[in-house]
C-alpha cells in the first residue's frame, strides 16, 4: 500500500503560481511512477504530467506544457508540480497517483495507477 497526499492548493490570480507537493509513505517511493492528475466540475479526470522513478524521465499534457514542471524527491519521497502562467482552465481539483515503475509515463490513462491521493483544489482567478 502507497498513502499519497497531496497540498499547496489555493487561491490564485491568473499569471501567478503555485507548488503542488505529494508526500508518500508506505512502500518505497522509487518504485513507482509518479502522476498527476486533475478534474474540473461537470468534466473528467484529465492527466496532466508523470515522472519516472528516477526522475530522468517526463511526459506532459500539451496544454500544460510550457507552463508546468513535474519533479520528485526520492529522499523525501515527495513529488511537486509547479504551476506557472497560470490560467482560469487550470481552475480543477488535482491529484497525484502512483503505478509501478514497469509502466510506461506516456500512458496517460487513470486506470494504470493504483493509488490515488485525496486532492487539492486550484482555483484560478480571471
Known amino acids: 500500500q502507497v498513502q499519497l497526499v497531496e497540498s499547496g492548493g489555493g487561491l490564485v490570480q491568473a499569471g501567478g503560481s503555485l507548488r503542488l507537493s505529494c508526500a508518500a509513505s508506505?512502500?518505497?517511493?522509487?518504485?513507482?511512477?509518479m502522476g498527476w492528475f486533475r478534474q474540473a466540475p461537470g468534466k473528467e479526470r484529465e492527466f496532466v504530467a508523470a515522472?519516472?522513478?528516477?526522475?530522468?524521465?517526463?511526459y506532459y499534457v500539451d496544454s500544460v506544457k510550457g507552463r508546468f514542471t513535474i519533479s520528485r524527491d526520492n529522499a523525501k519521497n515527495t513529488v511537486y508540480l509547479q504551476m506557472n502562467s497560470l490560467k482560469p482552465e487550470d481552475t480543477a481539483i488535482y491529484y497525484c497517483?502512483?503505478?509501478?515503475?514497469?509502466?510506461?509515463?506516456?500512458?496517460?490513462?487513470?486506470?494504470?495507477?493504483?493509488?490515488w491521493g485525496q486532492g487539492t483544489q486550484v482555483t484560478v482567478s480571471s
Open positions: 497517483a502512483a503505478k509501478p515503475r514497469s509502466y510506461s509515463i506516456s500512458n496517460s490513462s487513470p486506470d494504470e495507477y493504483d493509488y
Open positions: 515522472i519516472s522513478w528516477s526522475g530522468g524521465g517526463t
Open positions: 508506505g512502500r518505497t517511493f522509487s518504485w513507482y511512477v
